[in-house]
């Protein structure tokens, strides 16, 4: 039953949950917001991790290899949902979102001033600057912090975004457009507010 | 010439896909004369940027209340073995 791993790759699979299980759990529920779909992406990717683990060549840490599986899991993961559960546009558009009516004028100029964001320099600012992101995250609409999520997760391959979640290019930009100013409003609030 | 909300929307738009030559002239003469939008580049920028930090590696999300249930923990633990088990040689 409890067969040592010969870790002549220097792996060592039976120590994966015990020491990254809570940091990859963490990371999974980050992005998937549930318990059950994090654990299943864990699991996943410890598991393709030990299917592949020919291919590890100790380059990165072993952290690092297996978050990198870990986000190919978590892009899964979400695109699966978003199969059962397509999205429906015209609501998450108009979704307790602030309206362009309240930024810009009629003429398309804004209304207020902008508050100057400031680079957080320190390592302290950094925590404090990413705590706020991560509270505007989770404060968005979820389907729309989903998309978010993804997208920056999946890089440029926004052909597959539209395509699993069966919406066009223009409807992805405008919905990747209100997430930004919404978060960007909201770090307005949160982050030079707090200084 | 374009508007504030125009040049709003390219921005955000010039992350997902390429802007045209058309799209780049209007957006650069714009941002030339406006100070307004060129804070809001700077934000949507930094944003960005902040965010590709915070989710390239795990310790950067400190949210150390989550964590993975023993149950859950122990049953991937078992899988693992189990697929192991059915591989010996495999790693």
Redesign the interface.
């Known amino acids: ?3 040592t ?5 220097g ?1 060592d ?2 120590r ?3 020491r990254y ?7 999974a ?2 992005f998937l917001r549930e ?1 059950k779909q994090a ?1 299943d992406a ?2 996943e990717c ?2 393709a991790a ?2 592949s ?2 291919n590890y060549a100790g380059k990165s840490s072993e ?2 290899w297996l ?1 990198g599986i870990l986000k190919h899991k978590i892009i899964d993961s979400i695109r699966r949902q978003s199969r059962e559960k397509p999205l429906d546009v015209p609501e998450i558009l108009t979704d307790s979102l602030p309206g ?1 009516e309240e ?2 004028d009629e ?4 209304f207020a ?5 400031d ?2 320099a320190s390592a302290l600012d ?2 404090r ?3 706020a ?2 509270k505007c995250i989770t404060a968005m609409p979820p389907k729309l912090a989903q998309l978010f ?1 993804l ?3 999946a890089g ?1 391959d ?1 052909e597959n975004i539209c395509q699993d979640m069966q919406i066009t ?1 223009t409807n ?2 405008t919905m ?2 209100r997430s ?2 919404n ?2 409003q909201c ?2 609030i949160n982050w030079s507010g707090s200084r | 010439m374009l ?4 040049v ?2 390219l921005v ?2 010039s ?3 390429d802007l045209s030559f058309g799209e780049r002239v209007g957006v650069g003469f714009h941002l030339w004369i406006c100070h ?2 060129r ?2 580049v ?3 920028t ?2 960005k940027n ?6 390239a ?7 150390p209340h ?4 023993a149950a ?6 078992q ?3 189990q ?3 059915a591989h ?1 040689h ?2």
Not at chain 1, 21 to 27: I, T
Not at chain 2, 66 to 69: D, F, P, T
């Open positions: 039953m409890t067969d791993a010969e870790s002549s790759s792996i699979p039976e994966w949950v015990e299980g809570n940091d990859l759990f963490r990371y529920m980050a318990e654990e864990v699991q410890l598991l030990l299917e683990s020919r952290k690092t978050t362009d930024l810009f003429t398309g100029h804004w001033s902008i508050p100057s964001l680079d957080p950094k925590k600057f990413w705590q992101l991560d999520m997208r920056e997760l440029m926004t290019s992805l930009w990747l457009y930004r100013m978060l960007r770090l307005e | 508007s504030c909300k125009e709003s929307q955000s738009e992350v997902d896909r307004k939008c804070k809001f700077h934000n949507m930094l944003i902040e965010f590709r930090q915070l989710i590696e795990p310790e950067n999300l400190c949210a989550i964590e993975l249930s859950a923990g122990e049953r991937i633990r899988k693992l073995l697929c192991q088990c010996p495999r790693v």
